[in-house]
């Protein structure tokens, strides 16, 4: 009798063990947050073994009422993940309000999430409060920072000139200040390389989108000014970045840094001495685009502050024109001089793509002809998705927004010759590079165009997510399809939730998101949850850091753990294009009308 009890025990425990592992291998994953009335929406089975024609419903949340049921759709296994995935489309579910979806059988549930008008406008916010947690040189009071509150951290007016940033007015071991700015990352440091285009990004979600973003409050300091906050935080950097230029010959120092990175400490506990160092070309020329986008922007609000930055943007083109060679080797660099610099490198050797983009501005904000010459239109059918290294695309989306209006591809008539070939040129780059990613989107199993190169998955693959999704927004506003926005509403629920790990990639945003991302203030204070609002930046089998992972595959290999640098770190680059999108999704369906979007 006691043998046979205890086979029975065995039995149940393994039928139980069973099911776990059935749930853990069947799971939906969706967008954490939810989506607005009007959005497409869709939810993944992943591991799916069934058919794949299950039956699942979506409850509404506050009185577990049925309210739309559906079966799900096997699209085929997402390589990246080696997954099967069926999914589920409930877009014709509109009525605002709290829901979760259950499979039939109800051992499949998911994150409770919402349809709502307002749905991103709370993480627009705090993606882009995550850069007024990052500031430099200032302490957070708790009045804006709350729980995250912290002293001041690198006051940065005593930095050292490094041997390899010696000018004649500027002798080694020279003090110059240069304070403000934000950190990059997870680190300390301030690097111009990655200033570039995440600046360039918030200020282009102000240009395209800016009823919104005008309107758009955010807790920090400035808040309440007439100046709209999005412009106040970027202001923060770009004041920081003017700080980097030495008057003497307009070259731009590529970053500012202590040789090290420091340990797991606030900021103002790191005390060790910070350097500028070398001046770059690639450092002149994102300086210069940025600067010359500046001086578009900032004219109506501060129109000296706007001068100034164009006449640092002009400077900055002039060194860089006279000195094309001049690129960051930090191994080279640390062959000649000490303090040896270890932190991040943002090396680039090709910068014709940084040409063309500063040609570009400088070209749109001042009509010149002599950047208008210096562009090589034909170049820009060469641009990629914009990334820290390869910045070509963004000379597309300025120039698409500045010539050709809203809707009309075809571009304006009243162009002169060069400026239609300009908008010629701009609006087939971006329908090209969204056109490959709208495709994507449509044949992928997972129903997003992550994974269209196998170079999506690289450190930082999050933010290749969002930028897809700035290309794909570009399309929707050079043609006013709806397909566009919906491929890029795809991949705002990929980093929000709807991918193979589960995770909502954004701290303090859905069922399960980051609790231990590599960022030293959220790791060093004693504070349990993170700083809220940062994209980490998201699976990639490169494994740099050497630590554990629960899989080799790319978009599986991520790990909420301190130790993942490489999967888990938030960076500026990452956070800007998911303000750019979350605000551009919540603006774009705030003014549409239900008609224009209909089915
Ligand atoms: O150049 C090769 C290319 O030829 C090859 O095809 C490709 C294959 O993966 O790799 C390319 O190099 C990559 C490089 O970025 C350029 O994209 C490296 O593998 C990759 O490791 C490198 O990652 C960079 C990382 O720093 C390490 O340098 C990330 O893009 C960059 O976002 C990250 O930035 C760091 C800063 O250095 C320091 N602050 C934190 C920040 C975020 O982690
Ligand atoms: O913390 C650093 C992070 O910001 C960088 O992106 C990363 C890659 O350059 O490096 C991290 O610092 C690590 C260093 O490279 C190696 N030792 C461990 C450091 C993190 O604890």
Redesign the pocket.
């Known amino acids: 009798m006691k043998w046979f009890a205890c086979c029975f025990c065995l039995i149940l425990l393994l039928l139980l063990c069973l099911s776990c592992s059935r749930k853990q291998v069947e799971t939906i994953h969706m967008n954490q947050i939810g989506f607005h009335p009007l959005a497409e929406k869709t939810a993944i089975v992943t591991g799916w073994e069934k058919s794949g024609d299950g039956i699942f419903r979506v409850i509404d949340n506050e009185n577990d009422r049925v309210v739309w049921s559906g079966r799900a759709a096997v699209t085929g296994t997402w390589t990246w993940g080696r997954t099967r995935v069926s999914v589920i489309d409930f877009t014709e579910l509109k009525p605002p309000g709290s829901y979760r979806i259950e499979s039939d059988d109800g051992h499949l549930v998911s994150p409770v999430f919402a349809i709502r008008d307002t749905v991103y406008a709370a993480l627009t916010q705090a993606a882009l409060r995550a850069f007024y947690y990052n500031r430099a040189s200032t302490p957070l009071e708790p009045e804006h920072a709350g729980r995250w509150s912290r002293p001041a951290g690198h006051p940065d007016t005593l930095v050292l000139i490094h041997p390899s940033a010696v000018s004649p007015d500027r002798p080694e071991g020279m003090n110059i200040s240069s304070p403000g700015g934000w950190y990059d990352?997870?680190?300390y440091n301030k690097y111009i390389v990655n200033s570039g285009i995440s600046t360039y990004t918030l200020l282009a979600a102000f240009e395209h989108f800016s009823d919104f973003f005008r309107e758009l409050s955010v807790g920090i300091p400035e808040s309440g000014r007439r100046m709209p906050d999005i412009l106040s935080e970027a202001r923060w950097n770009l004041d920081w970045m003017l700080t980097m230029q030495d008057p003497g010959d307009g070259g731009v120092y590529h970053k500012l840094t202590s040789p090290q990175?420091s340990g797991?400490v606030m900021p103002h506990e790191d005390t060790d001495p910070r350097y500028v160092v070398q001046k770059s070309i690639a450092a002149a020329l994102n300086f210069a685009a940025v600067m010359a986008v500046a001086a578009r922007v900032y004219k109506p609000y501060d129109p000296g502050f706007a001068a100034a930055c164009l006449s640092a943007s002009r400077a900055a083109w002039e060194w860089a024109v006279a000195h094309p060679k001049v690129y960051y080797r930090q191994e080279k660099m640390n062959e000649r001089h000490r303090p040896a610099i270890a932190t991040?490198e943002y090396g680039d050797t090709d910068v014709t793509d940084e040409y063309d983009w500063a040609a570009t501005e400088l070209y749109l904000a001042t009509g010149s002809t002599e950047y208008r010459d210096a562009l090589d239109v034909k170049r820009l059918a060469g641009s990629v998705v914009p990334n820290w290294r390869d910045v070509r695309a963004l000379a597309c989306i300025s120039a698409a927004h500045h010539l050709v209006p809203y809707g009309l591809a075809a571009g304006r008539s009243d162009l002169a010759p060069v400026d239609r070939l300009l908008a010629e040129a701009s609006a087939q780059c971006l329908l090209s590079l969204s056109g490959a990613l709208r495709d994507e989107y449509r044949t992928s199993p997972l129903r997003v165009s992550m994974g269209h190169d196998r170079r999506d998955f690289v450190w930082g693959s999050n933010a290749v997510a969002m930028n897809h999704a700035i290309l794909l927004i570009q399309a929707w506003r050079l043609t006013g399809e709806r397909s566009w926005l919906d491929a890029a509403q795809a991949n705002l629920d990929y980093v929000l939730g709807r991918n193979p790990t589960g995770y909502s990639f954004v701290t303090g945003f859905g069922f399960q998101a980051p609790m231990f991302p590599?960022h030293r203030p959220s790791a060093a204070d004693d504070n349990p949850d993170p700083v809220p609002g940062f994209l980490v930046g998201g699976p990639q089998s490169g494994q740099q850091d050497g630590c554990a992972y629960p899989s080799n595959l790319p978009a599986l290999s991520y790990l909420d753990d301190w130790c993942s640098?490489s999967t888990n770190?938030v960076a500026i680059n990452w956070n800007a294009p998911l303000v750019y999108v979350a605000g551009a999704i919540q603006a774009i369906y705030g003014e549409l009308s239900p008609e224009a979007v209909a089915f």
Do not use: C, M, T
Request: hydrophobic share 35%; aromatic share 22%; no cysteine.
């Open positions: 990352a997870g680190d990175f797991v991040g590599h640098y770190e």
